[in-house]
């Protein structure tokens, strides 16, 4: 199973995009989906999660009320809905699967997609 990311882009402060990241493979099994960002020089951070299966989400506090994480359980996709960009969101955007649980720490995650670059201009 392989994780693709993608719909970034180069956008100015208060427009949207919306991320995909589509699960391949001849089956595909998750307890969760997690989005996560990498800024130059910081650390990896969570923006937000779904449990597979019921569709709850938790988010960050810097995105909530701006973001939406939902997913297509039929095309085995997650998305994530960014509304309302500041130039603080600019970073590498990564979706990961965990198997086991639906938590911010990116290390839990074992499998990851190749990260999409999304880049807010002020």
């Known amino acids: 199973v392989q994780l693709q990311a993608c719909g970034g882009g180069l956008v100015q402060a208060g427009d949207s995009l919306r991320l995909s990241c589509a699960a391949s493979?001849?089956?595909?099994?998750?307890?969760?989906m997690g989005w996560f960002r990498q800024a130059p020089g910081k650390e990896r951070e969570f923006v937000a999660t779904?449990?597979?299966?019921?569709?709850?989400?938790y988010y960050a506090n810097s995105v909530k009320g701006r973001f939406t994480i939902f997913r297509d359980l039929a095309k085995n996709t997650v998305y994530l809905q960014m509304n309302s960009l500041k130039p603080e969101d600019t970073a590498v955007y990564y979706c990961?699967?965990?198997?086991?649980?639906?938590?911010?720490?990116?290390?839990?995650?074992?499998?990851w997609g190749q990260g999409t670059q999304v880049t807010v201009s002020s």
């Open positions: 779904i449990v597979w299966s019921v569709g709850s989400t």
């Open positions: 990961a699967s965990d198997a086991q649980r639906s938590g911010s720490r990116w290390y839990e995650y074992a499998l």
């Open positions: 493979g001849r089956t595909f099994s998750t307890y969760a």
